[in-house]
């Protein structure tokens, strides 16, 4: 299981087109696969490196500090999923001639944000390759292609969809890093 999941966020990152086309064709009816064998162990191995990261890299060492870690992650890229594929569904979609479809704006959601959750993975081990962040800007061709391909979005919208949808999936999980940071400064590492 662990091995389709790596081999599908590298195909969604390093040969974009063709895996959009894959995942077009197998549209699922309802969410619960998607969920089981993609975003769920995604947001769980982050998670879980990050809990194994911050024993090896935080001082003071204390499992108070990694178990906090772990919970502020997971209601980062949790929280970021859901809040985006909300907008994505409810609002998004509608001013580029699609139909509100919360199933269809999940999966392009957790698809599109394969390069942000593996740069989240290598960061959770390795903290100080911050620069890392830079590649998140290929988020963007990633939603290009799967705007082309797994929505059907139409030529005239494709780069404004792309950069709303882009700028949405790039900026929501640092504003709800934020967010946590200011209203629990408890969780501030």
Known sequence: MLKQLF????RLIA???PTWKILSEKQEKDNEDFYKSYLFPIIGIIALLSFVGALISVEPFGLQVALKVVIKQVMIYGGSFYLTSFVLSEYLFPRFDLEKNKGVSERFTGYSSSLIYAVAMI????PDLFFLQILAFYTFYIIWTGAAQFLNIKEDFLIKFTTFAGVLIMVVPFLINYLIDLWMPGMKI
């Open 7 to 10: 081999i599908l966020l590298f």
């Open 15 to 17: 040969e974009s087109i």
């Open 123 to 126: 960061q959770s081990l390795f």
